[in-house]
């Protein structure tokens, strides 16, 4: 009998669609994996299940009855627990505290029973003591553990709600070989005992190795459910990317349907040739920082070299550590056969570096600034002039943003007057009054309209084409794949494969995305 | 190319009546104002005089030196304030005092012995509040302690020290068109606040700064570096403001510029500058002080003793954090 049952849950922010048709069915005493590519839509799953997101529409069946998981009190009372993939613990209180939060021993009816909280707690540290690592212990505060020890707790603390149903979102990511295979060890033991619980992982070998059956989503739908026994790698990814007829709903959704997109290279003809010929623009080697190790690659003057992966493999790390904004430990980097040092965004853009960041509310818009306070930035910079001349500044922001078909009525509106769109423009237009030698994007059209992309998308390849050097990351493979003259495929914040050609297609990229990325081992 | 259609009316219409929202503090400054001189008037015949108006503008001028430098820590954001404004102004007053004693020839070293010292202050602040990370409330207040006792133990050493009749002179008698020549000056200040903040690159950085710190940065703006100039110019106002004092009341006391903190935190707020930075400006301020000043007078006029006086500040402070204070709920 199936434990949770999920059909036609439907959920739209907006116009966008995040999931259009998702269904799951858990049985008891299995261990079930949910897979899909980035922004396919599990994660919007998942949260349905957990009460933090209402459904629009569907159903959600818990033992046969029709349930309405209302918030997260709800789902944990139902017995739902969940491993949140963005870590839901409080940092300054101890090891045994978190882990015992969900039924906090309580004192005299007031003060916490911090003994006792040690003892339940004890329990389910006991299966992972000699993985754990130097500094964990129970009363250790979990703000000073290291990123896997973390994650451990988050892991014991989702296993100390002792729910029927337990839901883990990408629970490995940071752990190390052996914390894993314990980890693989409990939920077996827990399978054992009747427990119904969902895995999603980015890995194939975890999931062949600990799945029993896997469904896979793409585009808000769900799309195939199998016997993991009766699959292989190549049949998952291929329901993924959504070309193998015989795994997948009829293919509605080409890639070019799917973004907008024109999808061929952008001269049509392959241009390995043509690009080695060109100058080496910058040359990164064995780049090592925070978040990526032993990084290397060259970028010539004209290319537009993609960044691809899954969410988070290094490839932000990469951008950000080129622009001075995070430090690295080792490594090289050099513009036009000079080796420079970025210290700062400011020292970067002197040496001639770009960037824009997707997360525009963050890194990009000065909020509540004229649209001119907003260009100018930039070329303050490089001009090293003290005085803003209004009227000289307007002959050099109107022209940039012209270029982009911002659309704005005078200089003077406030930017957040304008839609997240022409926001972005603004932002762009930054670097096109004086121009880098090397743009890196990160995935610059986050949460950005269509017809915005497309225009977007448009511009870089014309930069391109006058010789700006770029560096393009984007969670939408559809982007990378439509407008990247090579992909550099980030896994476990390496480069795994570079794909040139004909062979960047979506099959290879998510081949390689998807696949074992090495991990360190204990 | 038929992008998402932007309703460019509607953008005019939320830019205009944005526009109008920011004018409205000086706006309702300068109502009040006229409404406080009127009301004087009735209470105490001779309230509005000119005589009485120019004195007021007086002090007026010397609360809104101090305030310009506020002002600009403020408009910088990242909680930033400086309580320590009125250590500096009774330190500057008492070692302007010191440096001139009563001859004129001391008046131009007095000015550059403030100017350091106040520099040296503000450049602590700021060292604190970017490298080391210290909320600026607390490291201003503490800076204020450490000024306060710094007085006491110059008190104990030197005389109080005396103003040089030419600063008295330039303070409170006419120079030129029928005003005194602090006026000038705070009129100056004005002018120069007003090309600092709009025709220059420093200017517009303290605003990107004021509103997101990070894009700032982003955007290679030297956001320390410009922290701590706000600081250092904060300080060196309250320094000028302290030779100008000197000059008013003719000898330099401890703690004289202490009545200044709060008021010049009201000033900028009332003007229009949230505490939250990042918009408004220096014209609104002035305002502000001209406003204060006039209600402080009023408070007098009707006998509301000191103790009075202060409360009725504070809560000004605390009504105008009320309407138009930190952030821009009001505005949203």
């Given at each position: 009998m199936s434990k949770l049952v999920l059909r036609d849950v439907r959920k739209a922010y907006g116009a966008t669609v995040a999931l259009a048709n998702g269904a799951l069915e858990l049985a008891e005493g299995e261990v079930h994996v949910l897979i899909g590519s980035n922004g396919s839509g599990k994660s919007t799953l998942c949260k349905i299940v957990a009460g933090s997101v209402r459904p629009d529409g569907g159903e959600v069946l818990l033992d046969g009855q029709p349930v309405t998981v209302s918030g997260p009190q709800a789902s944990h009372a139902l017995g739902i627990g969940i491993f949140y993939q963005e870590l839901s613990l409080a940092?300054?209180?101890?090891v045994a505290e978190n882990i015992s939060l969900a039924r906090l021993p309580v004192k005299g009816g007031l003060f916490v029973d911090r003994q006792r909280a040690r003892t339940i707690a004890a329990r389910y540290i006991a299966p992972f003591a000699d993985v754990?690592?130097?500094?964990?212990?129970?009363?250790?505060?979990?703000?000073?553990?290291?990123a896997d020890q973390r994650q451990l707790v988050e892991i014991m603390k989702t296993l100390a709600s002792e729910a029927p149903v337990l839901i883990f979102?990408?629970?490995?990511?940071?752990?190390?070989r052996a914390q894993v295979d314990r980890f693989f060890e409990e939920l077996r033991r827990l399978r054992g005992e009747g427990r119904s619980i969902v895995f999603i992982s980015h890995r194939m070998d975890e999931i062949f190795n600990i799945g029993d059956r896997v469904t896979v989503i793409r585009d808000g739908r769900t799309v195939a459910t199998k016997t993991i026994a009766e699959t292989n790698q190549a049949e998952v990814i291929a329901a993924m990317v959504g070309e193998n007829r015989e795994f997948?709903?009829?293919?509605?959704?080409?890639e070019g349907a799917a973004t907008?997109?024109?999808?061929?290279?952008p001269d049509g003809a392959p241009q390995s040739e043509g690009e080695s010929a060109r100058p080496v623009a910058l040359q990164v080697e064995n780049l090592t920082g925070s978040g990526f190790a032993d990084v290397s690659f060259s970028l010539h003057e004209g290319e537009i070299l993609g960044f691809g992966g899954l969410?988070?493999?290094g490839q932000s790390a990469v951008l950000r550590a080129l622009y001075g904004t995070d430090t690295t430990l080792s490594g090289t980097i050099s513009l036009a056969g000079r080796q420079s040092e970025v210290s700062s965004p400011r020292r970067a853009i002197r040496e001639g570096f770009g960037y824009v960041s997707g997360d525009r509310g963050r890194d990009g818009v000065i909020s509540g600034r004229p649209i001119l306070e907003n260009v100018m930035p930039v070329h303050f910079v490089k001009s090293?002039?003290?005085?803003?001349v209004p009227s000289r500044l307007n002959e050099q922001a109107i022209p940039a943003l012209s270029a982009l078909r911002t659309k704005f009525a005078?200089?003077?509106?406030?930017?957040?007057?304008?839609s997240g769109g022409n926001q972005q423009k603004v932002v762009i237009a930054r670097?096109?009054?004086?121009?880098?030698r090397v743009l890196l994007l990160?995935?610059?059209?986050?949460?950005?309209d269509l017809s915005t992309k497309t225009e977007l998308f448009a511009l870089i390849r014309e930069l391109a084409a006058e010789g700006m050097a770029i560096l393009l990351y984007s969670s939408e493979d559809a982007e990378l794949l439509g407008n990247a003259d090579r992909i550099l495929v980030f896994n476990g914040g390496a480069i795994s494969r570079e794909l040139q050609g004909a062979a960047r297609t979506r099959f290879n990229l998510y081949e390689a995305a998807y696949s074992a990325a090495e991990r360190a081992a204990s | 190319m038929s992008a998402a259609p932007q309703t460019s009316a509607s953008g005019t219409g939320q830019f205009a009546q944005s526009a109008a929202v920011a004018k409205r503090p000086l706006v309702i400054a300068l109502g009040l104002i006229a409404l406080l001189l009127f009301t004087g008037e009735q209470l105490s015949?001779?309230?509005?005089s000119l005589d009485q108006i120019l004195r007021l503008l007086i002090v007026a001028a010397l609360l809104g030196i101090v305030a310009a430098g506020q002002n600009l820590v403020i408009l910088g954001g990242r909680e930033g304030i400086d309580l320590s404004v009125g250590g500096i102004v009774s330190l500057s007053a008492i070692i302007a005092g010191n440096v001139m004693a009563g001859e004129n020839g001391g008046i131009v070293p007095a000015i550059l012995a403030c100017l350091l010292a106040g520099s040296f202050f503000g450049l602590l602040n700021g060292i604190g509040v970017?490298?080391?990370?210290?909320?600026p409330l607390v490291m201003t207040l503490g800076m204020l302690g450490v000024l306060q006792g710094l007085l006491v133990v110059i008190r104990q050493g030197i005389p109080s020290g005396r103003a040089a009749p030419a600063l008295s002179e330039f303070v409170s008698?006419?120079?030129f068109l029928g005003l005194p020549g602090i006026i000038w000056l705070w009129l100056g200040i004005g002018l120069l606040m007003a090309f600092l903040l709009r025709r220059t690159v420093f200017g517009y950085r303290i605003y990107a700064i004021g509103s997101n710190e990070h894009a700032a940065y982003m955007a290679g703006v030297p956001v320390r570096l410009i922290r701590i100039a706000l600081f250092v110019l904060s300080s060196m106002f309250a320094a000028v403001a302290g030779i100008c004092l000197l000059g008013y009341s003719g000898s330099s006391f401890a703690?004289?510029?202490?009545?200044?903190m709060l008021p010049s935190i009201i000033a900028v707020v009332f003007g229009?500058?949230?505490?939250?930075?990042g918009k408004g400006g220096y014209t609104g301020t002035m305002a502000g002080a001209v406003l204060l000043v006039v209600l402080q007078s009023i408070l007098t006029t009707i006998n509301i003793d000191e103790s009075g006086r202060q409360i009725v500040f504070g809560a000004t402070l605390l009504l105008l954090m009320l309407f138009?204070?930190?952030?821009?709920r009001m505005r949203g």
């Open positions: 940092a300054h209180r101890t754990v690592g130097a500094g964990f212990s129970p009363d250790a505060e979990v703000g000073s553990l290291r979102d990408e629970p490995t990511s940071a752990l190390d997948a709903i009829p293919a509605t959704s080409d907008g997109n024109e999808l061929q290279a969410h988070g493999q090293r002039r003290p005085l803003a005078t200089l003077m509106h406030p930017i957040s007057s304008l670097w096109l009054i004086d121009r880098p990160d995935d610059p059209t986050k949460g950005i | 015949p001779g309230f509005a970017t490298l080391l990370r210290i909320p008698q006419p120079v703690n004289v510029g202490e009545q200044y229009g500058t949230p505490l939250s930075g138009y204070g930190r952030g821009a």
